[in-house]
C-alpha cells in the first residue's frame, strides 16, 4: 500500500468535517501533478490530512475507500476525486517545519514543491510523521 500526504485548508474543510462526515470525496484538485498523484491512490492506501494555510500541520490519519473516479463536475474529462474516510486524530499535530528538520524529507515534494496539494509518501515518512507526533518532546 502506498502512502499520501493531502492538503487542505480548514476553513474550507478541516479534518474535523472529514470526522464529521466519517467519508468524503477529494475534490478542487486541479494540478496536474497533483492530479495524477490522486489517480494513482488505491483503496486501502494511507492518507496523512494536512492543514495548509494557518496551521501548516498534518493533523490526522485516513484511508483510500474508493480509488480514482472521474469529478463529475469537470466537463473537460480531465479531473478526478478519490473518498477517504478518518481512521484516527494524530496524538498532536506535526507541523511543516517538524517535518522539514527530519532528513527522510530533504528530497520529498512536500518541501520541494510547497504547492503541491496532493503528495507521496515514503513509509519512511509516514513512520516519521507518527513518531512525531506521539513524540511529547515535540
Known amino acids: 500500500m502506498a502512502s499520501w500526504l493531502v492538503k487542505t485548508e480548514p476553513g474550507e474543510y478541516s479534518w474535523a468535517d472529514l470526522v464529521r462526515d466519517r467519508r468524503t470525496h477529494w475534490d478542487g484538485v486541479t494540478n ?5 498523484n490522486l489517480r494513482t491512490m488505491a483503496k486501502g492506501d494511507s492518507v496523512v490530512v494536512y492543514h495548509s494555510q494557518t496551521d501548516k500541520a498534518a493533523v490526522g490519519l485516513a484511508k483510500v475507500v474508493k480509488p480514482g473516479y472521474p469529478d463529475p463536475t469537470d466537463p473537460n474529462g480531465k479531473r ?13 499535530a506535526v507541523t511543516l517545519a517538524e517535518m522539514k528538520a527530519e532528513p527522510t524529507f ?26 512525531l507526533a506521539t513524540d511529547s518532546a515535540g
Do not use: Y
Not at 32 to 36: D, E, H
Not at 80 to 92: K, Q, S
Open 106 to 131: 530533504a528530497t520529498s515534494p512536500l518541501v520541494r514543491q510547497s504547492r503541491l496539494s496532493v503528495v507521496p509518501l515514503t513509509d519512511d515518512q509516514l513512520a516519521t510523521i507518527v513518531r
Open 32 to 36: 496536474p501533478q497533483a492530479q495524477l
Open 80 to 92: 478526478g476525486w478519490v473518498d477517504i474516510a478518518p481512521v484516527r486524530a494524530l496524538a498532536r
